[in-house]
Structures are given as C-alpha cells and as structure tokens.
C-alpha cells in the first residue's frame, strides 16, 4: 500500500512545506531510504522528494527529486526553480547535480554547508 501523500497545488507551494520539513537539523540523516511520507508531496501528475543527506565525512548535501509521467530533465530543472524559489536563488546548472535512477526519479543535489560538520 502507497503511504499517503501530502498534496500541493503548485511546486513554490510544495517547496515551501517540503523544504521546511527537509532542512530541519533534526531530521538530517546519513543517506538510506530517502523517499517516505514526510518527504514527499504530489502536484498534479509530479511527486516531488526533498531530503537532507549527510555523508559519513559529515559533508552535507540537499537533494530534490521529481517524478512523474513523460517528465523530462528540463523540465524537472524548471520544476526545481519553482521549488526552491522560496529558499535559494536557483543558478542553473551552475550548483546542481543531476541524475536519472532506474525507478525514473530525476534527482538533483547540491552541497547544503560549506564546512563540514563537527562531530
């Protein structure tokens, strides 16, 4: 059974929620089951995933992720302007990095800190 998603009208709404919840220290993790209920949201035909990721060298790094039916890269990077609007000024392709994972999620990340954290 699919978790229940929340839904936003529009991708500057979901972003606003999505990241909130994503960027709370409190919920930063080391990188394993990313997508759950408390990181995903549905606008229109797009589900959209946003999860902080700390890597065992303490680096941190935000990923956004977008899949939905025929969605291409582009528009996912134009989907990702709309998301982060409320949070960081989008430069793209200057910041993000991209991939495509065979579930077809189009995932975009970028370092989050610029110093490493301390243990």
């Not at 936003?8 to 994503?22: F, I, K, P």
């Not at 025929?70 to 991939?99: D, I």
Request: include cysteine; charge should be neutral; aromatic fraction near 10%.
């Amino acid at each position: 059974m699919r978790p229940h998603l929340d839904v936003a009208e529009t991708m500057h709404e979901a972003g606003g929620s999505l990241l909130e919840r994503a960027l709370d220290p409190e919920r930063w993790a080391l990188p394993t089951r990313r997508v759950n209920k408390e990181n995903l949201c549905q606008v229109g035909s797009v589900q959209v995933c946003a999860s902080l990721d700390i890597t065992p060298t303490l680096d941190t790094f935000i990923r956004i992720s977008f899949r939905g039916p025929s969605l291409s890269p582009m528009q996912a990077a134009e989907l990702l302007e709309q998301f982060v609007s409320k949070r960081f000024t989008y430069v793209p392709n200057a910041e993000w990095f991209v991939e495509i994972d065979a579930r077809k999620w189009i995932h975009f990340s970028r370092k989050y800190t610029e110093q490493r954290l301390e243990a």
